[in-house]
């Protein structure tokens, strides 16, 4: 993941999209970028959890550490037998001296995107709401006392990344996906996305994961669409109730996912929702 990508059409297939994205350069949150180098600054004194915390809420910093890690186990699979499923465990895995000699001073999203201040609105926004929704099925999942939590957390906070990595790249067919959709309410994300790119978000991003050997359990979690899956059925309300509340909580689609938060966890509708605002 290297060079500087910026597409101005579609790509002619899901092969040539996942190529142009497995090996283009990925920007983080310029917080993480800023406290990276400080914590470089000051490496004697950096653990694995502390690193992890630090990118648990930038899912693109996340995604390029967990796809390191899974390029290091292809080149030393006799020495690195374990395939780490959240980016603490990675890390623990990595050593912090190998992790900050891999990882030089990050490039930021306001540098990807400068002078496309719609594009990096965008970015932003879907980048709030993964953070979000990472939070809202890790409440879910200790509620369930889910020994999986940490990695239905990064499901979560994954589950949009070639959404992001769309923004980040192609940010003006981003856009045109964003003014089909808000021009028409009643037009599928799936059918926008495959009228102007020719393939679907959600396709590219599960051969994305296939291509960068991302751990299996990660993968089944943030691409199933089996609701009867109690992990699954965590992330994608999770992920449903940020989409809908991103922009408040009058939304129509808001009382179906309560009703369907309260019965996953047990709890009343009025319990449910007051233990979304507490992790809001």
Same mark, same amino acid.
Not at 47 to 69: C, I, Y
Not at 211 to 224: A, K, Q, Y
Not at 239 to 246: E, F, I, P, Q, S
């Given at each position: 993941?290297?060079?500087?990508?910026?597409?101005?059409?579609?790509?002619?297939s899901?092969?040539?999209?996942?190529?142009?994205?497995?090996?283009?350069?990925?920007?983080?949150?310029?917080?993480?970028?800023e406290?990276?180098?400080?914590?470089?600054?000051?490496?004697?004194d950096?653990?694995?959890?502390?690193l992890?915390?630090?990118m648990?809420?930038d899912?693109?910093?996340?995604?390029?550490?967990?796809?390191?890690v899974s390029?290091?186990?292809?080149s030393?699979?006799?020495?690195?037998h374990?395939?780490?499923?959240?980016?603490?465990?990675?890390?623990?895995?990595?050593?912090?001296t190998?992790?900050?000699?891999a990882?030089?001073?990050?490039?930021?999203?306001?540098?990807?995107?400068?002078?496309?201040?719609?594009?990096?609105?965008?970015?932003?926004?879907?980048?709030?709401?993964?953070?979000r %929704?990472?939070?809202? @099925?890790?409440?879910? =999942? &200790?509620? /369930?006392?889910?020994?999986? +939590? #940490?990695i239905?957390?990064?499901?979560?906070?994954?589950?949009?990344?070639?959404?992001?990595?769309?923004?980040?790249?192609?940010?003006?067919? %981003?856009?045109?996906? @964003?003014t089909?959709? =808000? &021009?028409? /309410?009643?037009?599928?994300? +799936? #059918?926008?996305?495959?009228q102007v790119?020719?393939?679907?978000l959600?396709?590219?991003e599960?051969?994305?994961?296939?291509r960068?050997?991302?751990?299996?359990?990660?993968?089944?979690i943030?691409?199933?669409?089996?609701?009867?899956?109690?992990q699954?059925?965590?992330?994608?309300?999770?992920?449903?109730?940020?989409r809908?509340?991103?922009?408040?909580?009058?939304?129509a689609?808001?009382?179906?996912?309560l009703h369907?938060?309260?019965?996953?966890?047990?709890?009343?509708?009025?319990?449910?929702?007051?233990?979304?605002?507490?992790?809001?």
């Amino acid at each position: 993941m290297s060079d500087r990508l910026r597409l101005n059409a579609p790509l002619p297939s899901l092969d040539a999209w996942v190529e142009a994205f497995a090996t283009a350069e990925i920007p983080v949150l310029t917080d993480t970028a800023e406290t990276l180098e400080q914590m470089r600054a000051t490496e004697d004194d950096v653990d694995a959890h502390g690193l992890g915390e630090l990118m648990s809420t930038d899912p693109l910093m996340t995604l390029k550490v967990l796809a390191h890690v899974s390029e290091l186990r292809r080149s030393h699979s006799a020495g690195l037998h374990a395939a780490p499923e959240t980016v603490t465990a990675a890390l623990v895995l990595m050593g912090i001296t190998p992790f900050f000699r891999a990882f030089g001073p990050q490039p930021t999203m306001e540098e990807a995107l400068a002078g496309h201040d719609e594009a990096l609105i965008g970015l932003s926004r879907v980048m709030q709401r993964a953070e979000r %929704a990472s939070r809202y @099925a890790l409440a879910f =999942a &200790a509620h /369930r006392a889910d020994p999986d +939590a #940490a990695i239905i957390h990064s499901a979560a906070l994954l589950h949009d990344f070639a959404e992001m990595l769309l923004w980040v790249h192609a940010p003006d067919l %981003a856009l045109q996906i @964003a003014t089909l959709q =808000a &021009a028409d /309410r009643t037009l599928r994300s +799936a #059918a926008a996305q495959r009228q102007v790119l020719g393939v679907t978000l959600a396709d590219l991003e599960q051969a994305l994961m296939k291509r960068w050997r991302l751990p299996e359990l990660l993968t089944r979690i943030t691409g199933n669409k089996d609701e009867r899956d109690p992990q699954v059925r965590c992330v994608h309300l999770a992920v449903r109730v940020a989409r809908h509340t991103a922009r408040g909580w009058d939304d129509a689609g808001v009382p179906d996912d309560l009703h369907e938060i309260a019965e996953l966890l047990n709890l009343s509708e009025a319990h449910a929702l007051k233990l979304l605002h507490e992790f809001d």
